[in-house]
Structure formats: structure tokens, C-alpha cells
């Protein structure tokens, strides 16, 4: 069934079967939570007949497949996201409104699948949508979480967290798999003996679980293919214990159950114990041995010999979390299909390619090797041998250079280097922005670079822009439309067209008054979702996003401190109002991350006592933020923070989406802001700071952050407002840690940068106060540069460069 033809009748028999089916109602007697989940099961099964006919597609063209190995996939709601995809937003519409309902009705009831944390998870989600849209054969893996990452609850300013309930409402878009089903060994002991075929690996007193496949199909714009996100969920291999359970031993009864349940029941555990490190380490395991087999399985049935696997598979591991892939892969073809080492060998790093995601050498992932011995012993004899062939072979290439080859081992002082096994294990190896590709050529992965520097090159990460363009945003889309055309929306290029009226006086006001508009949804949202009230009329200025150190959430409260403080000495102060607007969860463990949310929450509290200062700042902290709340702040912002210190943050994609809908960026020359910088022009971004060859100088010749607090009034002022405090609460150990921290005092340099960030700030409330022409010229020139960081173009880099994939569209 193609897109166009999908008819009202038609619609209505899907639903009308699903409704009889599951529930057994007629559509007029369903209520609002049963005709949601019969539009879901219908929509799931015309993607479902979609694929089928692109499965056929792709057997008879001998194609090759990617696989996308990726421990998070931050997908958001699917409902609306897949009619707009199929077109058939409006057919959907007619029927869901001849019951007594709307489709946004219908939209509210879907909870967000947050199986992701944050940019790796959001990034993962906009590619499978990029390759179903450009008609690549695509396949994702990942774990079925029973929850997802976590609620957010603010408690008193500090995060608590609770968990994220998404399978309900969320599973109606799963398919289980019962076909697919696959045992993976834990523990135990293992032992090789000579048999006729060769060397054999007996396992001894394993914990076996079982790998269940449940598929979830992501739609594609306009498109044939439908790419398939596989999560595996675990189960016991093992029948339910009878006979304990009747002896009335009930937990030992129950051990196989919970132990499998454990596995897939949380995003992320907590790792600041060993029980919690175990439990990760077993997930990524997990997630690679499931679905390295099914790979194998899939490829042996198709095309029978495995020595074709690199040209018709591409198994990309997306960070370090699947990099037992790699060993893996050799575990089933030396230990199953016998082949020799070397063969082995050359098929999976020919066959497997990393991204890496972070430029932080203590955010590189470790594992002891004790854990790994002992968890997963046949994995841990690979990576053992893997890590003695890669030493001899660098022994020969850098006689005597006994440090480098320390540093380019897999295992070193009884830790396991993952991203010294990703590297080795694959035939490329990427980073997320020039600069980020940049960097890690000379310094984490700088020896490897030296070694082989044909593995490295440079994908700049894209966003699904017609989830957070097309749909986020259908006032916008219009405008360009009326402008442009709809060619864009197939074609992220074509926005370039719109810088033609970057001097048309009725478009800039068009857009200007767009961008009210949506600020006054979004304040109308935040009210009815959070009870925060905000004046549309001020300048939204948002920072959204994961909290950590380096993204510096910290800096700019530090700046709203300061305006605060001059707004107490002279309330009638004329200033542009603004409300700042904060999205970001910590990890659980973070103690830092959550003092700094704290400090943002009583900040707000204090500003709000004193209603005369509130008129002109207000502070907001939303809370729980997902997908479906910044699919309403992107739209609604003025002003992107995308202030991390210059060297750390490896791309970032909020500033690709806020960018798209016309929000000016203040930023440091960090990740992706790079490149934006050189698609806008300087003159239409507002770049502050150190740039990273200045902050890796500063840190050679010693950094001190008194240095900047003592040459500065402000941020003397500033400190000191951090020991007294705000609503009752000192701060003092935030001032602490910028000024007498251990092991070193502020470590992403806020106080360094912080008078030209303040001065930046300065620039931006003057400019929207006194040319508004001006700054609306500003943002049309921003979404007319924002078409070169589509997902579509970042995975045509992936197909062309890295996976040698080709496109089955027959488009021409």
C-alpha cells in the first residue's frame, strides 16, 4: 500500500478491526484510550505491510544492510511523527474526528519513549528516520526497557527521580518477534578442547538468558523503506521452578525470573557501586551477543557464506556501549564456524565501524578486567587475545616507544579501554563535528592516528529537521513554503532559497510574529503542565539540555545572578525583561549536577519574592524534560545557549534544532557551533569566549581561576551572592568549586570566560530591544543556513564513506 492510497474507508476498517479484535467494542462505544491504541496498531500495521514490501525489495537487489548498535534510542512519540511520514495526517483526522475526537487528543495520550538520556539517544532516533527516508536497507538495536531513563520530580530544588512508565501506553508499537529468540551465556567457566572441527569452547555452569526480539518500525518521509528498531527484552531460558515454588521456596523459585527481568528493567542503572557497574556491563553484553547472532543468522540464511558479511553488512557501534560487538563477532565465527583467527579477523573489522562521542579522555568508557573475567569469560579471552596481536603489531611499528603502546593497548593495569577496542576493532572511526574529529586526532586517539590514519574521518551530526521544523513548527513551515515551495522538506538544502527575503520587510514581520505565537503556546503549555507562568512578551533565552560541568549551565547562572543583583540595587533598572528558561536532567548520581540544579531553582524562588525584579528576569526550571516538551520549546526560543568550554562538547544536535526554528545562538566555538558559525556568517551568531587552542594553552601554563575573581568586581559580587545565598539556602560550595575546587578549581573555566559571556548577553538584550527588523533578519538568515545539518546529509556521509551503502530509491 503506497502513502497516497490510503483511503478514509480504508482507515476506518483498520480501526474498526482493532477495536473488535482487542477490545471488542464497536468505534462508537470506544473510549478515548481504546481508539488510541486501534490507531496506533493500525498505523504500526501499514508500516508493518510497507516493510515487508522493502524486505522483498532489498532480497532481490542482494543489498546491503547497516545494523545500528546503540544502548539508547531517545525516540519521543511515534503517532504523530508517523502520520506526518506516510502522509496521511489529514485522512486520519476525518475519521478520528467522526468518532468525537481529535488527533491531538489522541497524540496527549502517548506517553514519550524515553529510552535515551540525551543527545546519543535523540541522534540514534533522528538517523533511523534518515535512512528510512532515504531508502536504506537499516536495521537498529538496542534493549527493551521496561523503564526508561527517569521522571524528574523537583523536590524542594533537588532532583528526585522516579520511574518512567512508558510501556503501557507504548507498547501497542511493538511487534514481538517469537521467531527471533537467542541464548546469552553469563558467567560460569569455560574450556577448550580438540574435536575434529578444530579448537572447541565448552561452557560450564553458565547463567544462560534468552535474547526475545520485539520490533518497533520507524516511517520514513514519503518513502518505501521502513527502517526496524529491534530491543531485545530478557527472559529465562529455563521453565518456571514447580517444584521449589511448591516446597515453598519462592525467592530461589523465582532467582532465574528475576535475575533475567534485571537486565532489561532500567536505562542506565546507577554505577557508583559494583552491583550497578555489574548490571551495565551485562546489559552492553547483552545487547551485543543477541544482536551479533541474530545478524549472523540472518546473513547465513540469506547468502550462506559469512566471508561475504563486510559487502551486504555494516555493524556500526554507536559510542563504546557496544563494543563487545567486536569480540563478539570473532567469539561465533572462531568458535561456531571455525574460522582461523586471521580470517576472523579480517571479516569483523571489516564489517564493524565506531563513532566516537566525546573528547573527554575520564568519559571514555573502562571496565575492570577482573569484572570482565568473571562475567563474561569467553569475551574476556578474545579481548585478551585481540589486545596481544594488536602489542606485537605496534612493537614492530614503534620499537621501544613503550609508553605510546601503554596507551594503545586494550588492557592496561587490569582495565579493559573500550575505546582502544572500538578503534582497533573496526575499519573507521568518526567523530560528530569537524572540530571534534579534529581534536581527537591529537589527543585520545592521537597515537592510533598515528598508526592508522585512514580509519579517521569526520561525520557532523543532523537532525530529523521534519520532526523539529515540519511538525514542531507548522506556523514556520508555512511561511517557508509560501516562500520557497515544499521542496525542503524533502530536500534540507533548499532552505538556503529562503535568504532571498532576507530584506522582505512582510516576511520578517510574518516571522516575528510567528515566533510570539509560539511563545505563547509554549507558556500556555508550561502553565497547564507545571503551573510556571511566563510573560510571552519577554526574550525567551533557553539552555536545554543534559546537566554536566562542561555545558556550563553553571556560567550562565552565574550571569543571571549578576543581573539580579543589579536589578536589587536599582529595581526600575531599564533592561530588556527576559525569562530564562532551563531543561536538563543529571544522572542520579551526580552530585554536582544536581547542586547546580538546585542553585537554578532557588534562584527563581528568590527572584519571585520581589514581583517589581520578576517583571524583568524570570528564571524557570521545566520539569522532566523529554522530547515532547522541547518539540514546543525549540519553536518558542529566542536565544540558544550553546556555551560549553571551547575543546569539550563533541557536537551537540539542540543547537541544530533551535538554530532551525530561527533562535540566535550565543556560543563558544565548540562542536557543531564551529560549523554553524561558518554556514550563518559571524554576523548572525553571537560567538563569546576561549577558543580551544587558548583553553588547552591557559591549562599548560597553569590555570587559576582566582586570577579572574580578583581582576573582577562582578565576579567578586557574584561569589559572594553564592555564600550568602538565595531563599534561605548558601551556595557556598558551588563558590568553593570555583575558586578552591579539588582537584582543581572551576575545571571548565567559567570564571575565564564569564565577562565575555556577560558582555555577549549585553549585546543580544540591546540588539532585540532596539532593532527588532534586525534581529528577525538575523533569525530568517539562521534558518536559511540550517539545511546542511539535516540527518539526511550526515547518513549519505555514513552510506557513501563509511558503510558503503546504497540508497534503493527509485527516485531519480
Known sequence: MSNSTITEREVK????????????????????????KAVVMSVRDILLEKRQAFHKKIKAKRAKRVYYLCMEFLLGRSLKNSLYNLSATDVFEKVV?????????????????????????????????????????????????????????????????????????????????????????????????????????????????????????????????????????????????????????????????????????????????????????KQQYFLCSASIQNIIEDHKHRYGDLRDLPKLAAIHLNDTHPAMAVPELMRILVDEYYYTWDEAWSITTSTCAYTNHTVLAEALETWSEDLIATTVPRIHAITKEINRRLCEQLWNRFPGEWAKISRMSIIESGRVKMANLSVYGGHSVNGVAALHSDIIKKSIFKDFYDFTPE??????????????????????????????????????????????????????????????????????????????????????????????????????????????????????????????IFGAKAAPGYYMAKQIIKLINYLSEDIKKNPKINEKLNVVYIEDYNVTVSEKLMPATEVSEQISLAGKEASGTGNMKFMINGALTIGTLDGANVEMAEAVGNKNIFIFGLKSNEVDDIWRSGYSSSKYYNESPKLRRIVEALIIGFNGQSFSDIANYLLTGSPIADPYMCMADYISYNATQRKISNLYVNDKTLWNKMSLNNIAASGIFAADRSIKEYADNIWNLKSLSDKK
Open 13 to 36: 476498517e483498520y480501526i474498526k478491526g482493532k477495536l473488535s479484535r482487542y477490545f471488542g467494542v464497536q468505534p462508537s462505544e470506544a473510549s478515548k484510550e481504546q481508539l488510541y
Open 97 to 281: 474526528s467522526s468518532y468525537g475526537y481529535t488527533l491531538e487528543d489522541l497524540y496527549e495520550l502517548e506517553p514519550d519513549a524515553g529510552l535515551g538520556n540525551g543527545g546519543l539517544g535523540r541522534l540514534a532516533a533522528c538517523f533511523m528516520d534518515a535512512l528510512a527516508s532515504g531508502n536504506y536497507p537499516a536495521m537498529g538495536y538496542s534493549l527493551r526497557y521496561e523503564y526508561g531513563l527517569f521522571k524528574q520530580k523537583i523536590v524542594d530544588g533537588w532532583q528526585t527521580e522516579l520511574p518512567d512508565v512508558w510501556l503501557p501506553g507504548g507498547e501497542s508499537w511493538l511487534t514481538q518477534r517469537t521467531d527471533k529468540k537467542f541464548v546469552v551465556r553469563f558467567g560460569g567457566k569455560i574450556e577448550e578442547k580438540w574435536t575434529k572441527n578444530g579448537m572447541e569452547t565448552v561452557y560450564y555452569d553458565s547463567k544462560d538468558i534468552e535474547a526475545v526480539a520485539y520490533d518497533m518500525m520507524i516511517s520514513g518521509k514519503d518513502s518505501e523503506a521502513v527502517s526496524v528498531l529491534r530491543l531485545w527484552k530478557a527472559k529465562p531460558v529455563h521453565d518456571f521452578n514447580m517444584k521449589l515454588f511448591s516446597q515453598g521456596d519462592y525467592y530461589q523459585a523465582m532467582s532465574d525470573d528475576n535475575d533475567a527481568d534485571l537486565l532489561t528493567k532500567v536505562l542506565y542503572p546507577a554505577d557508583n557501586h559494583s552491583e550497578g557497574k555489574l548490571l551495565r556491563l
Open 455 to 580: 580509519k579517521f574521518t569526520n561525520v557532523t551530526n543532523g537532525i530529523a529537521y521534519r520532526r523539529w521544523l515540519c511538525q514542531s513548527n507548522p506556523e514556520l513551515c508555512k511561511l517557508i513554503t509560501d516562500c520557497i515551495g515544499d521542496g525542503f522538506v524533502q530536500n534540507g538544502a533548499l532552505l538556503a532559497d529562503l535568504k532571498k527575503f532576507e530584506d522582505d520587510k512582510a516576511v520578517l514581520t510574518k516571522l516575528g510574529e510567528i515566533k510570539l505565537a509560539k511563545k505563547k503556546q509554549l507558556a500556555d503549555y508550561l502553565y497547564k503542565k507545571q503551573g510556571l507562568i511566563i510573560n510571552p512578551n519577554t526574550l525567551f533565552d533557553t539552555q536545554a539540555k543534559r546537566l554536566h560541568e562542561y555545558k556550563r549551565q553553571l556560567l550562565n547562572a552565574l550571569n543571571i545572578i549578576d543581573t539580579y543583583l543589579d536589578l536589587k540595587e536599582n529595581p526600575d533598572l531599564d533592561i530588556q525583561p527576559k525569562t530564562y
